[in-house]
């Protein structure tokens, strides 16, 4: 022990480096909640269409052209972003040949509802 140090002195430093450890762990266990917390808010944010669903817009898109007597060649969507879809409908009307293109887009809400429209 260190002539200058009493007993006392060394006790109060011992358990003083306890407490600055066990805050120092609190500190860090708060800041990998925060970091989780956010991480998981920032997944749900940037959820949107899946496969699945972008399958199922252009079924509906084909389904509805069809039941207006179009021959659908080709329907194409893309994800512009999580929650937005961007694409086309290639489609012949009838007694025609020629294949006409219409633009189409979709969205989806915070709720998971869609929409969707070719113009």
């Excluded at 002195?9 to 970091?35: C, E, Y």
């Excluded at 808010?41 to 509805?64: C, L, V």
């Excluded at 039941?67 to 086309?88: F, I, K």
């Amino acid at each position: 022990m260190d002539p200058g140090l009493r007993r006392d002195d060394l006790n109060f430093k011992l358990n003083q480096g306890l407490v600055v450890n066990r805050t120092g762990k609190i500190i860090v266990v708060v800041a990998l909640v925060l970091v989780a917390v956010s991480a998981y808010t920032s997944y749900r944010g940037t959820q949107g269409f899946n496969p699945a669903e972008i399958d199922d817009i252009k079924k509906k898109i084909t389904d509805d052209f069809t039941a207006r007597g179009m021959t659908v060649a080709e329907v194409s969507m893309l994800r512009r972003a999580p929650r937005e879809l961007a694409g086309y409908v290639k489609f012949k009307t009838p007694g025609s040949d020629q294949v006409q293109q219409k633009n189409c887009t979709a969205a989806m809400t915070s709720d998971k509802a869609t929409t969707w429209s070719c113009q």
